[in-house]
């Protein structure tokens, strides 16, 4: 059965009414980076169902194997609108990229976790203290799962230098456990499920849960001033992905074959999808990146989360 808190679609602000119908006629183009994430898989969702058509949007959707690389690609302009943790859109903000967070992808609950830390089948771990001298996979450095296993190993008195941390792609991490290349990763969905499913791993900490136990974990940027200048465009992709939430939530069966499509395999259960972003869930990731050093600029969540 699917636990319908999962599908959160934002309210208030988002503009435009999930019932009533548009028109398809006019459309402009927009380029939209993802990564292989569960998370975002409204937005797939949205451009298969046509909800993007719907609300004046012809979305080019392109696959980004690192997350930390979309707003490069953005501010050269191959990338209209870009997925993003946290952690990556702040640090891009900090190091002078003028990005505006426009919506919220997913929310990591203690209740419904998605995110885990994920050992080979052969590490004998039994507690934190297990991880010393060994190697983690974290798909990108001051990346969210990196940060948060980060704060997660001192918050149990583990001192993340007596850990190697190595960068590698989500795909990648199933061959990199057997191959015994990585004695553990940090992990989402779909890619989550293949690891446990071939027992290449097993899921050794729900990290995340235990540093906070509701919070955004991944969301949508734009440029400021494409956004400004596009409001058009801004309403109606906030439209269209909580047209697609409500979707999912609805056709579980028919979203995880749209979800099959893309990334090869469905998982199985959907992370915590929300639209709606607010200052306050940008603010606990202010808040860690200050404990770790990371940015150099006041960091300012009530101007960087548009309305």
């Keep these: 059965m699917i636990d319908r808190r999962r599908f959160v679609a934002g309210a208030g602000g988002f503009a435009a009414a999930l019932t009533s119908p548009a028109a398809f006629a006019q459309t402009t183009k927009v380029s939209i980076g993802y990564p292989t994430s569960s998370d975002f898989l409204p937005a797939l969702v949205a451009k298969e169902r046509g909800f993007f058509e719907k609300h004046g949007i012809d979305a080019a959707m392109t696959r980004v194997p690192l997350i930390n690389n979309i707003p490069a690609a953005m501010m050269s302009g191959d990338l209209d609108i ?17 990005l ?45 799962m990196d940060i948060l296993l980060r704060r997660w190993l001192k918050i149990k008195g583990v001192d993340p230098k007596d850990i190697t941390f190595i960068e590698a792609q989500f795909p990648q991490m199933p061959d990199l456990l057997r191959a015994g290349t990585l004695d553990a990763v940090t992990v989402t969905e779909p890619v989550r499920s293949i690891i446990v499913g071939s027992g290449a791993g097993v899921i050794v900490a729900e990290y995340f849960a235990e540093v906070s136990p ?42 995880r ?26 603010q606990l990731w202010i808040d860690i990146g200050k404990e770790q050093g990371l940015y150099r600029t006041a960091l300012d969540a009530s101007k960087l989360v548009l309305k």
Excluded: C
């Design 257 to 282: 074959e749209i979800e099959k499509k893309n990334f090869n395999v469905a998982a199985p259960d959907f992370p915590t999808l929300v639209a709606a972003a607010k200052p306050e869930d940008l």
């Design 100 to 144: 505006v967070l426009v919506a919220s992808a997913a929310r990591h609950r203690k209740s419904l976790p998605s995110k885990s830390l994920v050992a080979r089948k052969d590490f004998k771990y039994e507690k934190p203290e297990d991880l010393k001298g060994k190697k983690i996979g974290v798909a990108g450095f001051k990346s969210s």
């Design 214 to 255: 509701d919070f955004m974990v991944t969301n949508w940027m734009m440029k400021a001033d494409y956004a400004r200048d596009n409001p058009k465009i801004l309403a109606g992709f906030r439209a269209a992905l909580e047209e697609a939430i409500v979707w999912i939530g609805a056709n579980a069966d028919a979203a």
């Design 82 to 98: 870009g997925a993003a943790t946290p952690p990556t859109f702040l640090q891009a903000v900090d190091g002078g990229l003028d």
